[in-house]
């Protein structure tokens, strides 16, 4: 079955799969909306959260409300936080010292990569991203604080979802193309784009046109360039863009397809669970955010201590969670040699 990360129903189904396998049941309170796992005279409580929109900001919260619009999964705990995972930059500095590859950043316009992005420290859900820029035009954008250009990477987005070291499962995002006709302009076609995948305002079509229009320049085109019969101009590059169709999104299993990366999902993995403080370290969900190139070269970006969970990080998860597996033994007593890649 192909889950849906927001799809409360994916949720519960593969809740219950994964406690069957474990020889245990699997209850959802009514009111709280919490899980409730047991086996045996053994019993956990799982705390659920919603992915909820207000005045038009997105945010994770502990009950659903009427802002409420989705939900965003169980998790053995309530929240845990830590500076890796809360400042891009720490996170990519780490990541570049242990060799893993991250796109080149600076705090300097004269140092700037081009094309580049500017992007904020300490912002979540996409927010905070300008640009991309070619080197000309970084001198215009000065940085504000708690920012910092990037390069500009051009590929499929990934979100991959780890459970301390292992890496379980990787959601891929094609960029989200438009295709011209010879007769519509890059506005028109964009706003059909958005007719396709998602039900808005006239207004809010606009806005989300405008977030393209640097992108738009890179290729040397603006919102009423009439785009050639045939030719392709991508619409947006952030993650979970609202130009994405349903035929642009791929799941990942990485118990069924383990090569996906050829391996370096897995070998960062042991190293971005050394980010994690010790004493809250074990059994700890997060993700990475990452881009992917035409040919296959991975490059991360930034760690999320608080996301949505998966339906497909439950069965280990779980394992980790009931006595006397072997996942739980080696998540709660970590060996030595995961303390670092180099």
């Avoid at 028109?188 to 396709?196: I, K, S």
């Avoid at 405008?210 to 009439?226: C, H, K, N, P, Y």
Wanted: hydrophobic share 40%; aromatic share 10%; proline share 7%.
């Amino acid at each position: 079955m192909r889950f849906v990360r927001n799809n409360f129903l994916h949720h519960v189904l593969a809740m219950r799969a994964a406690m069957q396998a474990l020889g245990g049941e699997f209850l959802v309170t009514g009111d709280s909306v919490r899980a409730l796992v047991r086996r045996g005279a053994v019993h956990w409580a799982l705390h659920p959260q919603f992915h909820a929109e207000a005045d038009g900001v997105a945010q994770y919260r502990a009950a659903p409300d009427e802002q409420t619009v989705a939900f965003a999964g169980w998790l053995p705990y309530r929240n845990k936080r830590w500076p890796a995972a809360s400042d891009k930059l720490l996170f990519k500095a780490e990541v570049h010292k242990a060799g893993l590859p991250t796109p080149r950043w600076s705090q300097e316009a004269g140092d700037a990569p081009s094309p580049c992005l500017v992007k904020s420290t300490a912002s979540s859900f996409g927010r905070g991203i300008g640009g991309p820029w070619a080197f000309a035009s970084v001198a215009e954008q000065p940085l504000q604080p708690g920012q910092f250009y990037e390069k500009f990477v051009r590929g499929e987005s990934l979100k991959i979802w780890y459970l301390n070291t292992q890496a379980v499962a990787v959601e891929r995002e094609a960029t989200p193309t438009i295709v011209g006709d010879g007769r519509s302009t890059l506005g028109q076609l964009m706003a059909e784009r958005l007719g396709l995948s998602v039900r808005i305002a006239a207004d809010e079509c606009t806005a989300m046109t405008q977030r393209s229009l640097e992108l738009f320049a890179l290729a040397g085109r603006t919102i009423d360039t009439v785009l050639p019969e045939g030719e392709r101009q991508a619409a947006d590059f952030r993650y979970g863009s609202p130009f994405l169709l349903g035929r642009d999104y791929k799941l990942v299993s990485l118990a069924r397809e383990p090569w996906f990366g050829d391996g370096l999902l897995q070998q960062a993995g042991h190293f971005f669970d050394t980010l994690i403080p010790a004493p809250i370290r074990p059994l700890t969900v997060y993700t990475v955010d990452a881009v992917r190139e035409q040919d296959g070269r991975i490059w991360f970006l930034e760690m999320n201590s608080n996301p949505a969970v998966h339906p497909l990080v439950y069965g280990p998860m779980l394992a980790a969670m009931v006595p006397g597996t072997e996942s739980q033994a080696r998540l709660l007593n970590p060996q030595p040699q995961h303390e670092s890649i180099n």
